[in-house]
C-alpha cells in the first residue's frame, strides 16, 4: 500500500495562498488517479480535487472551482494543490489519497497525518 505524507499547510490570511504536497513512498503514484481531501472542524471528511494519472482530467469540488488547482509531477511522485484567494471556510486538514474518478471516493482506509490549513479573515 502507498505511503502518503502531506505538507505545505499554514496559516495565512484570507485572498492569501498555500501549495501543498502530497509525496508518496512505497509505491509509485504515476498510474493513479490522485485525489485532495479535507476536514474541517466538526465535519465529515470531503472531497476537494482529483487529478487523473496523467494529469489529462481534473475535477473539482464547486467551492473551490476557478481558485484551486491540482497537478502532479510522477518523476517526483508527488501531487501536488496550489490554493490561491483562500477562504476562512477552507480552514480544514488537508489530505490526499488514491481516489476513485467516478465516485470521488477514497480508495485507501488508513489516512497519513494531513496537513492543516488555517485561514483568518
Known amino acids: 500500500q502507498v505511503q502518503l505524507v502531506e505538507s505545505g499547510g499554514g496559516l495565512v490570511q484570507a485572498g492569501g495562498s498555500l501549495k501543498l504536497s502530497c509525496a508518496a513512498s512505497?509505491?509509485?503514484?504515476?498510474?493513479?488517479?490522485m485525489g485532495w481531501f479535507r476536514q474541517a472542524p466538526g465535519k465529515d471528511r470531503e472531497f476537494v480535487a482529483l487529478?487523473?494519472?496523467?494529469?489529462?482530467?481534473?475535477d473539482y469540488t464547486d467551492s473551490v472551482k476557478g481558485r484551486f488547482t491540482v497537478s502532479r509531477d510522477n518523476a517526483k511522485n508527488t501531487v501536488y494543490l496550489q490554493m490561491n484567494s483562500l477562504k476562512p471556510e477552507d480552514t480544514a486538514v488537508y489530505y490526499c489519497?488514491?481516489?476513485?474518478?467516478?465516485?470521488?471516493?477514497?480508495?485507501?482506509?488508513?489516512w497519513g497525518q494531513g496537513t492543516q490549513v488555517t485561514v483568518t479573515s
Open positions: 489519497n488514491v481516489v476513485d474518478p467516478f465516485s470521488k471516493r477514497p480508495i485507501y482506509n488508513s
Open positions: 512505497r509505491r509509485t503514484l504515476s498510474a493513479l488517479t
Open positions: 487529478i487523473t494519472r496523467n494529469g489529462e482530467v481534473t
